[in-house]
């Protein structure tokens, strides 16, 4: 099978798993999303105590395990890191921010306009804008450096927590939260939930799938094969939901969403400039991680310490809309992230001459010897 055909596969097996959630018991429009469920997890830990965005997914420790075992099989795994880890933990805490502003990641965006939500339109749009807003930055020789061979225990790491969180689940030990009501009390039965997840990080890890990449990909280099998969997951999961009742059209009254426009696109346009910059997105981030990545295991802390800050302080908006601090704190967002990549670039463009001014007297010496 081509790569082609099988991301389209790939795709389609995604749209029908988080249709078979949703009818199976998590929140409607969420069979799957990254940022929400993060952020459910740093609420099941105890780092955030919006009692009702508390459980530990097995949606995300399946999709981790799925991508570790996938990428162990295709001997893909690979211990990898050292390249500006607290970048990419500040470029994560951001995106979280901008997510949880739009009440979704770019995959639960395409879910949400497959089940009718026209907000999640807006959203796409904000993406794309976003990152379009970062491939400038890349062309001026933006980079986070090359990630580095390091000890193979370290790509352990990351997996181990997550099967730490997964005893955690299954134990249920007191000082573990989980949601009486609200989204996060929604859910599918865990065998059913921990199963998909599996299922999905394999397709993930061999099919690189990640929608911001996709329109990088496209806009540089106009190439589809990313979003073929998310044409596809969009196609099988609006099927699934008209064939379920699923499907309602319009902006106002969608489940867990708003219909604040402005905000929608300001806070996925946030969104997409971090991930371009920091590499892919969440989904992308989390099975990297899982392939052994300890930077995108970084990025993946990041999300989930801006996941908590968003909940802790108010940031996060709800059905009724975006608060005034979370409108503060995208905007403060967009300065940190656009002079951060700023100043990488100046510094790189520096290091660069500085490299190459070295090799040409190094070249004069040689002639004058």
């Not at 959630?21 to 740093?42: E, H, Q, S």
């Not at 965005?53 to 981790?64: D, N, T």
């Not at 199963?195 to 329109?215: E, H, K, P, S």
């Amino acid at each position: 099978m081509n790569q082609r055909n099988l991301i389209i596969l790939a795709g389609s097996v995604f749209g029908l798993l988080a249709i078979l959630l949703v009818k199976y018991g998590n929140p409607p429009n969420m069979g799957f999303c990254i940022a929400c469920f993060l952020r459910d997890i740093t609420g099941g830990l105890g780092f955030q105590r919006a009692p009702v965005v508390q459980y530990i997914r097995p949606e995300i420790l399946g999709l981790v395990l799925g991508a570790f075992a996938a990428a162990l099989v295709s001997r893909e795994f690979r211990t990898l890191g050292g390249s500006s880890a607290l970048t990419r933990f500040v470029l994560g805490f951001v995106a979280m921010i901008g997510m949880l502003v739009f009440l979704g990641c770019p995959l639960r965006a395409i879910l949400r306009l497959a089940g009718g939500d026209l907000n999640a339109l807006v959203g796409i749009a904000g993406l794309v804008a976003g990152v379009a807003l970062g491939i400038p930055f890349l062309r001026k020789g933006f980079s986070l450096g090359r990630a580095l061979p390091q000890n193979k225990a370290n790509g352990y790491v990351f997996v181990g927590i997550i099967v730490f969180f997964l005893i955690l689940l299954l134990a249920k030990p007191a000082f573990i939260y989980f949601s009486t009501e609200g989204p996060a009390s929604m859910r599918a039965p865990l065998a059913l939930s921990l199963g998909v997840g599996l299922l999905a990080g394999v397709l993930a890890q061999r099919t690189r799938l990640c929608l911001a990449g996709g329109v990088r990909d496209f806009i540089l280099f106009r190439d589809f094969y990313l979003l073929y998969g998310f044409i596809a997951i969009l196609v099988v999961a609006l099927i699934g939901n008209l064939v379920l009742g699923n499907f309602k059209l319009g902006f106002a009254g969608q489940p867990i969403a708003h219909s604040d426009g402005l905000w929608n696109f300001l806070g996925m346009m946030l969104a997409g400039l971090c991930f371009v910059l920091m590499g892919g997105c969440p989904l992308r981030q989390l099975v990297s991680a899982a392939e052994g990545n300890t930077d995108s295991a970084v990025t993946v802390l990041g999300l989930m310490a801006g996941a908590a800050f968003a909940h802790n302080f108010g940031l996060a908006a709800s059905a009724g809309g975006v608060p005034a601090a979370g409108q503060a704190a995208v905007l403060i967002g967009f300065a940190v992230i656009v002079t951060l990549a700023f100043f990488i670039c100046r510094a790189n463009l520096i290091a660069r001459e500085v490299s190459a001014g070295g090799r040409n007297k190094g070249r004069a010496g040689a002639t004058l010897s």
